[in-house]
């Protein structure tokens, strides 16, 4: 589900914009978001993140909001449902022995050859708002709405040659650098859904 309706957008700058322009400006602003407050504001079915935690961390921090896991994999080898606990309400994987691999069979007493002490671990899952919440929303219209009112002037370029000038728009990509909140709005939000940007790598 988008974070709004173009229509909305409308309403909310008092115009009509082209649904291109409109479009790249809720992209833009639900961009922003998800990058400063680590929250998944586009609902995703069963993607996998790629971990990499010590070898005796206990916890793994999931995106926010995840509302179930469906696997879990240490270097490659698939866990059981009952090696690890999804603790929902933190939005966080639980394994009371760490997350093991190579370095965890060390710990055993096993002759492996350690290089580092990290291990891969693969979290397949469902993540994002199915409808996100009203001050999401809200922001989201407002940072769209930035990005709309700044298009023209940031991507406007002009090309003069002797008497010859042409003045153009591009895609509107640069609006991106010119919206932004508040620190404390900003703040905000982090404290009530996020942890501040999340470092993953999707696969």
């Given at each position: 589900?988008?974070l709004f309706?173009?229509?909305?957008?409308?309403?909310?700058?008092?115009?009509d914009?082209?649904?291109?322009?409109a479009?790249?400006?809720?992209?833009?602003a639900?961009?922003?978001?998800?990058?400063?407050?680590?929250?998944?504001?586009t609902?995703?079915?069963?993607v996998t993140?790629a971990?990499?935690?010590?070898?005796?961390?206990?916890?793994i921090?999931?995106?926010?909001?995840?509302?179930?896991?469906s696997?879990?994999?240490?270097?490659?080898?698939?866990?059981?449902v009952n090696d690890?606990?999804?603790?929902?309400d933190?939005?966080?994987?639980?394994r009371?022995?760490g997350?093991?691999?190579?370095?965890?069979?060390?710990?055993?007493?096993?002759?492996?050859?350690?290089e580092?002490?990290y291990?891969?671990?693969?979290?397949?899952?469902?993540s994002?708002?199915?409808?996100?919440?009203?001050?999401?929303?809200?922001?989201?219209?407002?940072?769209?709405?930035?990005?709309?009112?700044?298009?023209?002037?940031?991507?406007r370029?002009?090309?003069?040659?002797?008497d010859?000038?042409?003045?153009f728009?591009?895609?509107?990509?640069?609006?991106?650098?010119?919206?932004?909140m508040?620190?404390?709005a900003?703040?905000?939000?982090k404290?009530?859904?996020?942890?501040?940007?999340?470092?993953?790598?999707?696969r």
């Amino acid at each position: 589900m988008a974070l709004f309706e173009l229509t909305e957008l409308a309403s909310w700058v008092q115009s009509d914009p082209d649904p291109a322009t409109a479009t790249l400006a809720r992209e833009q602003a639900t961009t922003y978001l998800e990058a400063e407050t680590g929250v998944s504001l586009t609902r995703q079915e069963d993607v996998t993140v790629a971990y990499s935690p010590r070898w005796n961390d206990c916890w793994i921090d999931l995106p926010v909001p995840t509302t179930a896991v469906s696997s879990v994999a240490v270097d490659g080898s698939t866990l059981g449902v009952n090696d690890y606990q999804f603790v929902r309400d933190l939005f966080r994987l639980y394994r009371r022995v760490g997350w093991g691999g190579w370095s965890y069979q060390r710990s055993l007493g096993r002759a492996m050859l350690i290089e580092d002490d990290y291990v891969s671990v693969d979290v397949t899952m469902p993540s994002g708002f199915a409808a996100p919440p009203a001050e999401f929303k809200t922001w989201g219209l407002i940072l769209a709405a930035q990005a709309y009112q700044l298009m023209p002037s940031l991507n406007r370029q002009s090309v003069r040659i002797d008497d010859f000038a042409e003045t153009f728009a591009t895609g509107g990509e640069l609006a991106a650098m010119g919206i932004g909140m508040s620190p404390k709005a900003l703040g905000m939000l982090k404290s009530r859904y996020g942890r501040g940007a999340v470092s993953v790598a999707a696969r």
